[in-house]
């Protein structure tokens, strides 16, 4: 599990968006401007260039990077059709593959796989950590971008789809074989009683997906049949997702009222939780860490301002804008920042995050500080 949220994250925050939703460009909607500079050089390059220049798309493409670094957003930016797809398929929670975590060895030098439970991986007998060697005979080296090795291994169900992988298990035994596409649901949540601490639950979201208010629900509703008396919320290295899924999580937990303020260039709007949740009563501590960004700070801060629940661990990572991502005629994408937003009490997270009620230190030895320190103030509250 551990390697699935590792992965999983790293594909969220190193991207770093808060998402809101996927919109297609109408035809044609375009401003009409002209840029004939462009064209000049564009028509300079086929003229003397000493190389052979890139294709077309390709000189696009650094065009459309070139317009939006201009802009000097950090998170407005272009993505490449098979990495526009894997991210979508990460925010929608389901998609067609083998049903494996790509991830690079410690040293750089491989690419190691992780299969999740009940996946065609993993029922093909391909082991955690095993050295991804192959794919349909190609040799995959940590010279192919991850994201590309990745789309490699998804594709459409139907009969006859699949790969060939080749693999060095972790016992040193070599695996082949034809593994089938299978439909795979990713998970986005986890819950559990915490250890010694029957009367205590434990959710870890680890990033907001389609998939993840039903999980959410889901969890809540398993825990508390167990007869809970408090929560401990682990948002620690969420790094985002979807905008309206982290509001519908935030309804389980709060009672109506302002849950984030959106500005715009020319407006300013109010977003409100919704009565009904299913844990807006007994105690909740909620961890974050400077890994914690975008969406999961929205609902931290919702949490905290609201005097719901307290923040325990390290400065959040201050990522307080909204990206619109637009879908391009080529199924490439564009990111474009439209928004910032504020916490129920007017504060600004972009640029600087949320300081938590508790501030801790993280044990080099691997003590997890954060747990110790919500179960020691979880025992000082009395439940409802």
Do not use: C
Not at 19 to 35: K, N, S, V
């Amino acid at each position: 599990m551990g390697a699935l949220i590792g992965v999983t994250v790293a594909l969220i925050f190193s991207a770093g968006f808060f998402l809101r939703e996927l919109m297609q460009i109408p035809a044609l909607a375009t401003d009409g401007r002209d840029y004939p500079l462009l064209n000049e050089v564009s028509a300079l390059i086929d003229r003397h260039f000493v190389r052979t220049p890139p294709d077309e798309t390709a000189l696009e493409y650094g065009a459309i990077r070139g317009m939006l670094g201009a802009l000097a957003d950090p998170n407005t930016y272009f993505i490449d059709p098979p990495v526009a797809q894997s991210e979508s398929d990460v925010l929608a929670g389901t998609y067609g593959g083998i049903g494996v975590t790509l991830q690079r060895s410690a040293d750089g030098t491989r690419y190691l796989l992780y299969p999740y439970d009940d996946s065609p991986a993993r029922a093909a007998g391909i082991q955690n950590g095993a050295q991804l060697i192959a794919i349909n005979e190609m040799d995959i080296t940590t010279a192919i971008q991850q994201d590309a090795v990745d789309q490699l291994m998804r594709g459409e169900v139907k009969d006859g789809s699949g790969v060939t992988l080749r693999a060095l298990q972790p016992d040193g035994s070599e695996f082949s074989a034809f593994i089938a596409f299978d439909i795979i649901n990713v998970p986005s949540v986890f819950w559990r009683l915490v250890q010694d601490e029957p009367k205590i639950g434990y959710i870890q979201i680890v990033r907001f997906t389609n998939r993840t208010p039903g999980e959410v629900e889901t969890g809540l509703q398993e825990l508390e049949a167990t007869g809970i008396e408090a929560l401990i919320l682990d948002l620690r290295s969420n790094g985002g997702g979807l905008f309206r899924e982290s509001l519908a999580v935030a309804d389980q937990f709060l009672e109506a009222g302002v849950a984030l303020y959106e500005r715009t260039r020319n407006a300013e709007k109010a977003y409100d939780t919704e009565d009904g949740g299913l844990y807006t009563a007994k105690p909740l501590v909620v961890l974050v860490n400077n890994g914690t960004a975008s969406a999961s700070e929205l609902v931290a801060g919702a949490l905290r301002d609201r005097e719901r629940a307290t923040l325990i661990g390290q400065r959040t990572y201050g990522k307080g804008t909204i990206q619109q991502i637009f879908a391009l005629s080529d199924s490439s994408s564009v990111h474009i920042t439209s928004a910032e937003w504020y916490t129920p009490d007017q504060t600004r997270i972009d640029g600087s995050g949320l300081e938590p009620d508790i501030l801790t230190t993280p044990d080099a030895s691997g003590r997890d500080v954060e747990l110790s320190e919500a179960l020691q103030i979880l025992s000082q509250q009395d439940t409802p």
